[in-house]
Nanobody
Framework: QVQLVESGGGLVQAGGSLRLSCAASGRFFSLGVMGWYRQAPGKQRELVAT???????VYADSVKDRFTISRDNAKNTVYLQMNSLKPEDTAVYYC????????????????WGQGTQVTVSS
């Protein structure tokens, strides 16, 4: 099983920056695509950014040019650098990863972190 532990959330003024981290631990063969999602009150969870093992990235239009996703495969950790934060970025941010339990089993499993609150004041 894989566990994800997020950190780095908090309260920041508009225009400020935060860096989120998400570390994977447990028993697994490899991690696949890792990503960040967010859910604001009364809204559905939405994609923020994803990154493959080869560092191919995808961003939501709303965060392009402001947020940067990166990963350290040696540390099984994914990061989200958030700059120029806006009040509309306020949400609970969740980390997600696909993982394989062995080199023999080809199916990918899916796991979520517990979420970290990001609040941007105007």
């Amino acid at each position: 099983q894989v566990q994800l532990v997020e950190s780095g959330g908090g309260l920041v003024q508009a225009g400020g920056s935060l860096r989120l981290s998400c570390a994977a631990s447990g028993r697994f063969f490899s991690l696949g695509v890792m990503g960040w999602y967010r859910q604001a009150p009364g809204k559905q969870r939405e994609l923020v950014a994803t990154i493959t093992r080869g560092d191919n990235t995808v961003y939501a239009d709303s965060v392009k040019d402001r947020f940067t996703i990166s990963r350290d495969n040696a540390k099984n950790t994914v990061y989200l650098q958030m700059n120029s934060l806006k009040p509309e970025d306020t949400a609970v941010y969740y980390c997600n990863t696909l993982w394989r339990s062995s080199s023999i089993l080809i199916n990918w499993n899916d796991v979520w972190g517990q979420g970290t609150q990001v609040t941007v004041s105007s």
